[in-house]
């Protein structure tokens, strides 16, 4: 039993107007999208309405218009991928309430398709103003979120709608909660974390909560280097947050006391130059690092160690990388603790969820993306769930 209702739980739709909160907030380069991955998102739910004879109304939000009209950020601009990704003849509205919206839901078809214009064009929106949310929901019967990324904004169209009209979840966002409530609300043990990227004040609270949630945290990118200096190593030139020891050592008590073990690599890729294959490259151990030396990636010996406690686990959630990944060699070890991550994740002995931009990215480029239980396109949705927050828009839904 789900926590909130999907679109299993609607009942006939035919005829009635279906308000659907999409992503289309796409990357552009000279007019045209150039990935359509959040389209594709969104293509089940759309036509699972359309086929059962809802008029389809797909509001979005594109950039950062600051509640003023610009040509530039208008959603016409994306109507053609959506209608090409669909298969489907697709109507734009350049309004998202009022009398043209309700002559555009008068000539759609049963089984229509239509955009309304980027919502973020109306202040509203991210005021969650009550009058904008009424009127927008004045054109409609029903309300579907399906854009979990943007699910942690209260924002008229993420939030305010799931108040006024039925509300449910769509099958990408039901996709999401589900793999996410198996990953930390009800977990099988024990769970790791890996958590990379370059800075521990970006994952701070990441960190902090992930502690008291899961039985190993494995700790690599940048953010080792101020744990590894917490520790009194000396990281010679490598990235490092100083000023950050003392949180450093309360996150590293904070497990201690929670039972969580965590795991920073023993031995590490240094180089004098951050650069492809520098000739200074080379493996030390923590404590041989030299002071005109940087920590680029974590060693082998350690990445061997921790592909040793993953398959000791039954739950694993990734976000970022675990040295500087876009750089060979500097990638060896993200790429080659993501291949043992998909290899137990295809026979069946781990759940692996992973997230975030970089994350996604890394897990493409090891080649493992589709071996993955679950892949979060959503930035920082999934890293407010990480974070034990609750997301507005979810919370909306439950209700």
Known sequence: MTAFKTLD????????????????NLP?????????????????????????????????HFGRPKGARSSTQSLSMVVGAVQSVLGREVMFVPEIAGDIVAQAVGILPEGGIAILENTRFWPGEEKNDPELVKAIAA??????????SAA?????????????????AGRSMQAELEALGKALDHPEKPVAAVVGGAKVSSKLDVLKHLVS??????????????????????????LCEHDLTDTALEILANAEKSGCTVHLPYDVVVSKEFAANPPSLRICNVHEVADDEMILDVGPAAVEALADVLKTCRTLVWNGPMGAFET??????????????????????????AGGGDTVAALNHAGVAGDFTYISTAGGAFLEWMEGKELPGVTALRK
């Open 152 to 168: 942690h904004r209260a924002h008229a169209t993420t939030e305010g709608l799931a108040h006024v009209l039925p509300a449910y």
């Open 328 to 353: 060979e060699p500097f990638d060896a070890a993200t790429v080659a603790l993501a291949r043992t991550a998909a290899a137990l994740t295809r026979e069946g002995s781990l759940v692996s969820v």
């Open 28 to 60: 552009m380069q000279d007019g045209a999208v150039t990935d359509d991955t959040r389209i594709r998102a969104a293509v089940p739910t759309i036509l699972e309405l359309a086929d059962a004879g809802a008029k389809v109304l797909l509001l979005a």
């Open 139 to 148: 054109n409609a019967d029903l309300y579907v979120n399906d854009a979990f």
């Open 213 to 238: 949630k899961v039985d190993h945290l494995i700790i690599g990118g940048g953010m080792a280097n101020t744990f590894l200096a917490a520790n009194g190593v000396d990281v010679g030139k490598s």
């Open 9 to 24: 739980d609607i009942g006939d739709v035919r005829g009635k107007v279906a308000l659907v909160r999409v992503d289309l």
